[in-house]
């Protein structure tokens, strides 16, 4: 009887130390994941103004401004590594970098094959008029009867159609055919995407032709999220602290000020 007793008892403390040493090992391996310090992270690097390459090799824009500011404020190291736009998402699920950076839009599809942040930025429907244009306003009243060109299956159609219904769209295959016919007075304005406007509003025609009247409220439903930073799925942890730092920097306004140097035209 004594002699069971004493196998049960070892067979007990065996099992406590096996747990013990477990829950060990556990904490000892997360404790090391917490304090990587170094981490690789995908970029574009062909697309300004949000990430581009400089003469002396170097990258800028605002995607990579708000990379450096996350690193800064989890205190580590960032390497910036380039892949085609295409093939970002392949390179963080095969972990080829760390978290990609590369004003890729959050939808559905794509939450199918990565985790992502927060949005970090969203980017609106916006209106460019001729520099001598009458319009001075972008809200219901102030567009009413105007005749706006707009891109075949773009959301911009949809968003005057939702929230300026006094405003005629006409639509259009190509961007350079409603530049052609704002040029030429055959229309009031353009709806379309900032960015592209804003490029073109930079060329000799663009300069002489028009202006940015403003952009309009967002609509999530429309517009669709934002952009945001893509982590691999298993990347919780990361992808947490990843959350902090943008929230951090958005409360500070590091954001806004890193949007007013690279993305003066959204207002």
Not at 198 to 220: E, F, S, V, Y
Not at 230 to 247: D, G, H, P, T, Y
Request: glycine share 6%.
């Amino acid at each position: 009887m004594l002699q069971s007793l004493n196998v049960r008892f070892r067979l007990l403390l065996f099992c406590i130390l096996v747990l013990f040493a477990g829950s060990t090992l556990a904490g000892i391996f997360s404790a090391a994941a917490q304090e990587k310090k170094e981490y690789n992270i995908g970029v574009d690097g062909t697309y300004p103004p949000f990430s581009h390459k400089t003469i002396d090799d170097r990258y800028v824009g605002f995607d990579i401004d708000i990379a450096h500011a996350i690193c800064k404020t989890l205190s580590i190291k960032c390497n910036l590594a380039s892949f085609k736009w295409s093939n970002l998402l392949a390179a963080v699920r095969g972990k080829k970098v760390d978290f990609v950076i590369a004003t890729i839009a959050i939808t559905d599809a794509r939450r199918e094959l990565v985790d992502f942040s927060d949005p970090y930025i969203q980017i609106p429907s916006a209106i460019i008029v001729r520099n001598n244009s009458i319009f001075s306003g972008i809200e219901v009243e102030d567009l009413r009867d105007a005749q706006f060109g707009v891109l075949k299956s773009s959301p911009h159609g949809e968003y005057i159609r939702a929230h300026r219904p006094e405003t005629h769209i006409k639509l259009y295959d190509s961007q350079a055919e409603y530049y052609v016919d704002l040029t030429n007075r055959q229309l009031d304005g353009i709806v379309g995407n900032p960015i592209l406007l804003d490029a073109w509003l930079q060329t000799a025609d663009g300069k002489a032709c028009c202006r940015m009247l403003g952009t309009l409220p967002h609509d999530n439903q429309i517009n669709g999220e934002g952009f945001a930073i893509a982590v691999e799925k298993k990347s919780k942890e990361l992808l947490k602290q990843i959350n902090k730092a943008l929230n951090t920097i958005t409360q500070s306004g590091q954001i806004d000020k890193i949007q007013r140097t690279h993305l003066p035209f959204l207002k």
